[in-house]
């Protein structure tokens, strides 16, 4: 196993839809630990495949319960709302107040190919939605109101974050105060 760069906004990686897994194999198995190392190296909850650098559809998060990984997650409902402070490994170093379903059922695969079925509430149900995001190529941002987006974006940038990148750049130039 070994750990990897994640990517940093401005990354079109990050940007990019990802593609369905088609192959449960021991590939994505070994990219899952990685992902288990860089996601627990960083500290964080959950991290997906785009942040990476792979396009595909799939995430691994642990939220205390042990290392889980969801190939190809769908997100079936949602309901009630639930504001919460929430950051990205991606966007190292900021948070914002995002209010989404309170409550979620996605649905997916484990990495034998067993049909996963997971209703989530408050900070899982959260994790699930964002991860879902990455896969979708959707940021953080992308929930902010047009005010927020805009200073949002103006701190982003003051971080030297949100140029465009190579997609090979890596995060290690980068200094967060
Ligand atoms: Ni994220």
Same mark, same amino acid.
């Given at each position: 196993?070994?750990?990897?760069? /994640?990517? /940093?906004?401005?990354?079109?990686?990050?940007?990019?839809?990802?593609?369905?897994?088609?192959?449960?194999?021991?590939?994505?198995?070994?990219?899952?630990?990685?992902?288990?190392?860089?996601?627990?190296?960083?500290?964080?909850?959950?991290?997906?495949?785009?942040? /990476?650098? =792979?396009? $595909?559809?799939?995430?691994?998060?642990?939220?205390?319960?042990?290392?889980?990984?969801?190939?190809?997650?769908?997100?079936?409902?949602?309901?009630?709302?639930?504001?919460?402070?929430?950051?990205?490994?991606?966007?190292?170093?900021?948070?914002?107040?995002?209010?989404?379903? $309170?409550?979620?059922?996605?649905?997916?695969?484990?990495?034998?190919?067993?049909?996963?079925? /997971?209703?989530?509430?408050?900070?899982?149900?959260?994790?699930?939605?964002?991860?879902?995001?990455?896969?979708?190529?959707?940021?953080? =941002?992308?929930?902010?109101?047009?005010?927020?987006?805009?200073?949002?974006?103006?701190?982003?940038?003051?971080?030297?974050?949100?140029?465009?990148? $190579?997609?090979?750049?890596?995060?290690?130039?980068?200094?967060?105060?």
């Amino acid at each position: 196993m070994s750990s990897h760069a /994640i990517r /940093i906004f401005g990354d079109p990686v990050l940007r990019t839809p990802a593609d369905v897994v088609t192959e449960l194999d021991g590939r994505l198995a070994r990219l899952a630990d990685d992902m288990f190392d860089t996601m627990y190296d960083a500290n964080g909850l959950g991290l997906a495949a785009p942040q /990476i650098g =792979v396009r $595909k559809r799939f995430f691994v998060y642990d939220h205390g319960d042990g290392p889980e990984v969801l190939v190809n997650p769908v997100l079936e409902e949602g309901d009630g709302e639930w504001v919460y402070e929430e950051g990205c490994l991606s966007v190292p170093g900021l948070s914002w107040e995002i209010t989404r379903p $309170k409550t979620v059922h996605v649905v997916g695969f484990d990495l034998d190919g067993n049909e996963v079925s /997971i209703e989530a509430d408050e900070l899982v149900a959260r994790l699930f939605q964002h991860e879902l995001d990455h896969l979708n190529g959707v940021l953080l =941002v992308d929930h902010l109101d047009d005010e927020q987006r805009r200073d949002a974006m103006r701190v982003i940038r003051e971080m030297g974050m949100g140029r465009s990148q $190579k997609p090979s750049s890596t995060a290690g130039g980068l200094s967060l105060p």
